[in-house]
């Protein structure tokens, strides 16, 4: 069994909510093993059988659909590929004052899609891409932004959810 680390785009939010006892229920019901969560915004730790983060992407997915009466996307990392993004987080454009997020994205974006995000150019917004992962740096509060995780979305291509470099940092050495 593989280890993963699945992060839940928009959940506890919008009406969507579950209790993460039940969401560890619901998915250790799916065939899941050694089930954990991380405060309430859906960042999960699991065993698989499956081989691939598009795989187990796949399976939360359609598990969570089937208990919980909504779609639910499912961003999947190795506990390496979590550490490996900390490990080589670019440095803030920025004072140390800015905030630090990282926007987790399903897949790597096409070359046309990475141009887009290269573009982006708001005041007090920066963003980097690394791989799957989207830096962005705000010395702005994050509700003020332009670079919501939707309009990060359209302009990556794919599926994508933000957390803080806080809750990143704290998973990587949490679940590494």
Request: cysteine-free; proline content about 3%; aromatic content about 6%.
């Amino acid at each position: 069994m593989a280890t993963y680390i699945v992060f839940l785009r928009a959940i506890n939010v919008g009406g969507r909510y579950v209790k993460m006892q039940a969401l560890r229920e619901h998915l250790e019901s799916a065939g899941f093993q050694k089930v954990e969560t991380h405060i309430q915004s859906g960042n999960v730790r699991l065993a698989s059988s499956a081989r691939s983060t598009a795989k187990v992407a796949e399976s939360v997915e359609t598990a969570l659909v089937a208990a919980l009466g909504f779609e639910v996307k499912a961003i999947v990392r190795t506990p390496r590929e979590l550490v490996r993004t900390v490990a080589t987080s670019p440095p803030s454009p920025f004072s140390d004052e800015a905030r630090h997020f990282v926007v987790l994205l399903r897949d790597s974006p096409t070359s046309e899609a990475a141009s887009r995000l290269d573009a982006w150019d708001v005041d007090g917004e920066h963003l980097q891409l690394a791989g799957r992962d989207l830096h962005l740096w705000l010395t702005k509060p994050f509700n003020e932004a332009k670079s919501t995780n939707a309009r990060l979305e359209v302009l990556a291509g794919v599926a994508a959810t933000t957390r803080d470099w806080k809750v990143i940092r704290a998973l990587a050495d949490k679940w590494r």
